[in-house]
């Protein structure tokens, strides 16, 4: 044996003994972007159910923000505050789960569980005058999804089982 085919051998060799840490930092780095994936979605999931207490907090809330739905402009300027508040912070969380799905971070069940929300939000006439004053908030490519959910102007039917969505 000469000193070339020994220096084959020790390269197939060290090769070969590279292929398990390659596997072994793959498998690590998969399982980190899960982690990472996961506490995106926690993150967004606490501040998703922060919002939902908003209207759990006060009947005065829930006064101005079923009169909102129906008719943005018929608010009072506290009123609309208000409305516009909730409503910015409920789009730019839907925004944020928009991003995850996008990126693959965000399963489609889930995503589409954002989108039927959205989709009866945005069913409402005052919700949709709301609309154009805050649009030119979001990117371009989420205002696309949602002035894509606002062209089939779903019929407003969110609270039909409380019997809250006839007119008052």
């Not at 690590?28 to 159910?49: H, M, P, T, V």
Request: charged share 25%.
């Amino acid at each position: 044996m000469n000193w070339e085919m020994l220096s084959a051998i020790g390269q197939v060799i060290a090769a070969i003994g590279v292929i398990p840490s390659l596997i072994y930092l793959a498998v690590q780095i998969r399982d980190q972007n899960k982690e990472r994936r996961r506490a995106g979605i926690n993150i967004l999931s606490a501040q998703w159910s922060d919002l939902v207490r908003t209207g759990q907090k006060s009947r005065e809330f829930a006064a101005f923000f079923l009169q909102g739905i129906r008719s943005f402009e018929s608010l009072d300027a506290p009123d609309k505050l208000g409305f516009s508040s909730f409503f910015t912070r409920y789009i730019r969380n839907c925004e944020g789960m928009f991003i995850y799905y996008r990126d693959g971070a965000l399963e489609k069940a889930l995503w589409e569980e954002v989108e039927r929300t959205m989709n009866d939000y945005f069913a409402y006439p005052g919700v949709k005058e709301w609309w154009t004053t805050r649009k030119h908030w979001l990117t371009d490519e989420f205002r696309a999804v949602l002035e894509t959910i606002i062209a089939k102007n779903p019929e407003p039917k969110l609270y039909t089982a409380y019997k809250l969505d006839a007119p008052t």
